[in-house]
Nanobody, 125 residues
């Protein structure tokens, strides 16, 4: 299986923007999703944004209106455009997919069982 690999993280000031990229995605089932999760040390991983194979998107309430998930099927690349960043957005961001037969985890009404290594996003006030 092709691994998921994220890039684009970094440090920005509050109000700034970053765009994350994830290579290695592939849709295996009709209605499958790709997504972005984030995790702060000591806290549970949370789904931030998902996009289905038909293009339908869903977002966590905390990022609605600020983050945009998109995909480039030709390049097999998933993106997360993050605008108006806040210090509370600081976390390790990972892209997620459904690959193989590992246990599935639900996030924003989609199912995932594979995550990349992650890319750190740090927002300073």
């Amino acid at each position: 299986q092709v691994p998921l690999v994220e890039s684009g993280g970094g440090s920005v000031q509050a109000g700034g923007s970053l765009r994350l990229s994830c290579s290695g995605y592939e849709y295996s089932y009709s209605g499958d999703c790709m997504g972005w999760f984030r995790q702060v040390s000591g806290k549970q991983r949370e789904a931030v944004a998902v996009i289905r194979s038909d293009g339908v998107t869903r977002y966590a309430d905390s990022v609605k209106g600020r983050f945009t998930i998109s995909k480039d099927n030709a390049e097999n690349t998933l993106y997360l455009q993050m605008n108006s960043l806040k210090p509370e957005d600081t976390a390790m961001y990972s892209c997620a997919a459904r690959k193989g037969s590992l246990r599935l985890v639900n996030g924003l009404d989609c199912w995932f069982n594979a995550w990349g290594q992650g890319t750190q996003v740090t927002v300073s006030s």
